[in-house]
């Protein structure tokens, strides 16, 4: 029997997956949330065991099938939220992590193979708050230390005046014993450890320099290796050896100390403590993912993403594999994602922008590839729109790499269309399956994604040019985007919206302050709505970075006037358009004070808006149930200002009379 059927046949046993709808025209909202029978999935170190996510009640668990007797098993029960991530501790027992609702403060529990022995390691901390600020603690794992198959080595938070800062510890992950390594001396961020649990690096963030500092063995002291400033060129870590003879970086300067724009993959001497040998590199963006080897001890391939993510695998083996499912799928991505420690059995994904993923377990003893799931199964490519890239220019030339989402049946003009920003903004957009782009224009809507300046991963000035731009630069980029979709006769002027998450719920309400000609309404998901309030209530963990933030968008005392005349909260009497606001009561990154402010503004100038809350969620709405209701209120507001009617109707008219240009 193969495993796709034993993994089925152990979701039907369950109850766990809800029975397939009739398919219609829309497709049901619930059905772009529904968990997935099965994802997620991680070979055990041994590979004999395989581990996966899989639904109770709708919310996210694990499961374990043995790969040999072909038999499969749910491990937990989690039915109060999803499980945050798992990971195989050993052959005989797994790790999985939760917060509190929503809080982002983890905590680590574990569970044996069989569903035995459960326990909660680290209680996932309550949040607690100071100055009105949020304190986000928890832990993290820092190397699962292969050596000693009962400890684990993590990172843990640890509050001081000054902050929160990581100590190191091991963790027994059967009772729970913790005992500290090395005590945080108050400016470290992060640890680099290797896979046995030796702390070999540390990253130091002191005002706006970052240092990496490294050592040559535990009874050593940490030295600098390298000091940059925010901004400037510089290199980070990429991938080391568990020998300590192969050293990548990803890096901003080349061998001969010459800067660069694009980030790429290096050789990287730990004896001269100097740069070497380009590896990789890419024209248009930067690259820094790598995956590694432990067989060849080595750096195998890289990652990176353009216009649609790529893996680049250079072991001629492994590339022929991937070649195999690239040819059974083609224009689609092909990853590796996990593998057994001596790499006989593998996981590769297969995904697309109308694909949520298919994945294939390898057996080098049968040569051969075996499917194991489809992510969504009840979800049709041809029933869902493919995500176009391209790039438009912005009003001073500079290219804005975008996607654009067309319905499927439509023909492709005077479009009702939803600008929608990212969040960050120091992120960016990615070609890929996207539950809300799908839903929006499985109705009949066109969906712009733009990648505005100051988004990451297009190199250092495109980075720098959106500094202390919220409001300004990056927004028009918004705006000359949409016009653009405008002048192309694709989007219907007059049926407009812009819909966006966090820094995107910030871009939303600016473009209904600055530009209320141009859209019919806005949707704001637990968007920043007061930058000021945003600089006062920073969770204390991300105190050492405050000083970038101060330089990327501006200072809470010296720049209050600026900061004040960019922030929505101010404006209000300027929107015209309903707005629609969702926001988690548990968020430590934009609290609710954001959408309260909002609220009264909107009230006393009777705007309309309607605003929801959920108290179980943090900085985006994690839980199946409310995910539904927020997209099924996306939809209904959409449908009642800008009407798209049904999915794959046709519009008769053009907007030829109407156009205009950035």
């Known amino acids: 029997m193969t495993l796709s059927r034993i993994l089925s046949r152990l979701v039907?046993?369950?109850?766990?997956?809800?029975?397939?709808?009739?398919?219609?025209?829309?497709?049901?909202?619930?059905?772009?949330?529904?968990?997935?029978?099965?994802?997620?999935?991680?070979?055990?170190?041994?590979?004999?065991?395989?581990?996966?996510?899989?639904?109770?009640?709708?919310?996210?668990?694990?499961?374990?099938?043995?790969?040999?007797?072909?038999?499969?098993?749910?491990?937990?029960?989690?039915?109060?939220?999803?499980?945050?991530?798992?990971?195989?501790?050993?052959?005989?027992?797994?790790?999985?992590?939760l917060d509190n609702e929503g809080n982002e403060s983890r905590g680590i529990f574990a569970v044996d193979r069989d569903g035995k022995n459960p326990k909660m390691l680290i209680e996932p901390p309550e949040s607690q708050m100071r100055s009105g600020r949020f304190e986000v603690l928890g832990a993290d794992i820092v190397s699962?230390?292969?050596?000693?198959?009962?400890?684990?080595?993590?990172?843990?938070?640890?509050?001081?005046?000054?902050?929160?800062?990581?100590?190191?510890?091991?963790?027994?992950?059967?009772?729970?014993?913790?005992?500290?390594?090395?005590?945080?001396?108050?400016?470290?961020?992060?640890w680099i450890a290797d896979r046995n649990g030796e702390v070999i690096g540390a990253v130091r963030v002191d005002g706006v320099e970052t240092s990496f500092l490294f050592r040559s063995g535990e009874s050593k002291e940490f030295e600098e290796w390298s000091r940059s400033r925010t901004g400037q060129p510089s290199w980070s870590p990429a991938y080391i050896s568990q020998n300590r003879e192969k050293w990548y970086v990803s890096s901003r300067l080349d061998a001969a100390g010459n800067a660069r724009d694009k980030a790429a993959i290096f050789r990287f001497d730990p004896k001269t403590r100097k740069i070497g040998e380009l590896v990789y590199e890419h024209p248009d963006v930067d690259v820094g993912g790598v995956l590694g080897s432990r067989v060849s001890d080595d750096m195998i391939g890289v990652s990176y993403s353009a216009d649609k993510p790529q893996q680049i695998i250079f072991d001629p083996k492994l590339k022929e594999l991937q070649a195999t499912l690239k040819a059974r799928f083609p224009d689609q991505q092909v990853f590796l994602s996990s593998a057994s420690r001596d790499e006989q059995k593998m996981i590769f994904a297969v995904t697309s922008s109308t694909n949520p993923g298919r994945f294939f377990l390898f057996d080098r003893s049968k040569n051969a590839f075996e499917e194991l799931a489809s992510v969504l199964p009840w979800l049709k490519e041809s029933q869902l729109s493919p995500m176009k890239p391209l790039k438009i220019a912005a009003r001073d030339g500079l290219m804005l790499p975008s996607y654009l989402t067309i319905p499927r049946q439509s023909n492709g003009k005077n479009l009702p269309l939803v600008l929608m920003?990212?969040?960050?903004?120091?992120?960016?957009?990615?070609?890929?399956?996207?539950?809300?782009?799908?839903?929006?224009?499985?109705?009949?809507?066109?969906?712009?994604?733009?990648?505005?300046?100051?988004?990451?991963?297009?190199?250092?000035a495109f980075d720098k040019a959106g500094w202390r731009e919220w409001g300004g630069a990056m927004q028009q980029d918004l705006i000359d985007a949409?016009?653009?979709?405008?002048?192309?006769?694709?989007?219907?002027?007059?049926?407009?919206?812009?819909?966006?998450?966090?820094?995107?719920?910030?871009?939303?309400?600016?473009?209904?302050?600055?530009?209320?000609?141009?859209?019919?309404?806005?949707?704001?998901?637990?968007?920043?709505?007061?930058?000021?309030?945003?600089?006062?209530?920073?969770?204390?963990?991300?105190?050492p970075i405050r000083e970038d933030i101060k330089l990327q968008i501006g200072d809470g005392k010296?720049?209050?006037?600026?900061?004040?005349?960019?922030?929505?909260?101010?404006?209000?009497?300027?929107?015209?358009?309903?707005?629609?606001?969702?926001?988690?009561?548990?968020?430590?990154?934009?609290?609710?004070?954001?959408?309260?402010?909002?609220?009264?503004?909107?009230?006393?100038?009777?705007?309309?808006?309607?605003?929801?809350?959920?108290?179980?969620e943090g900085h985006g709405y994690a839980k199946f149930d409310n995910q539904v209701e927020f997209g099924e209120k996306v939809v209904a507001f959409l449908d009642k200002h800008i009407g798209a009617g049904a999915a794959g109707s046709v519009p008769a008219t053009t907007a030829a009379s109407t156009l205009a240009t950035p």
């Open 12 to 97: 039907a046993t369950l109850l766990l997956a809800l029975p397939a709808l009739a398919w219609a025209n829309p497709i049901p909202v619930s059905d772009f949330y529904k968990r997935p029978p099965m994802t997620g999935f991680q070979l055990s170190p041994n590979g004999k065991y395989l581990a996966a996510v899989v639904p109770i009640g709708q919310r996210r668990n694990v499961a374990v099938i043995d790969l040999e007797t072909r038999k499969a098993w749910p491990v937990t029960s989690i039915t109060k939220q999803d499980i945050g991530g798992f990971v195989w501790a050993t052959d005989d027992r797994l790790l999985f992590f």
């Open 144 to 190: 699962l230390m292969e050596n000693d198959p009962e400890r684990v080595l993590i990172s843990v938070s640890r509050v001081q005046e000054e902050g929160i800062v990581q100590d190191i510890e091991t963790l027994n992950i059967y009772t729970g014993k913790r005992l500290r390594k090395i005590k945080n001396p108050g400016k470290i961020t992060s």
């Open 421 to 460: 920003p990212h969040g960050g903004p120091r992120a960016r957009d990615f070609y890929g399956f996207d539950p809300l782009v799908q839903i929006m224009a499985n109705r009949g809507y066109a969906v712009l994604q733009v990648n505005f300046r100051g988004s990451v991963g297009y190199g250092l």
């Open 482 to 543: 949409l016009k653009w979709t405008i002048a192309e006769g694709i989007a219907d002027p007059q049926r407009i919206c812009i819909f966006g998450a966090s820094y995107g719920g910030y871009a939303t309400m600016m473009g209904l302050v600055q530009n209320p000609e141009l859209f019919k309404c806005g949707i704001n998901y637990v968007g920043v709505t007061d930058l000021p309030l945003l600089l006062r209530t920073i969770p204390r963990a991300w105190e």
């Open 558 to 616: 010296s720049d209050l006037a600026e900061l004040e005349a960019r922030s929505p909260t101010r404006f209000a009497d300027r929107i015209k358009a309903p707005v629609l606001m969702a926001y988690g009561a548990r968020d430590p990154r934009v609290v609710l004070e954001h959408a309260r402010m909002m609220e009264r503004e909107l009230k006393k100038n009777s705007v309309p808006y309607e605003l929801i809350v959920k108290k179980d």
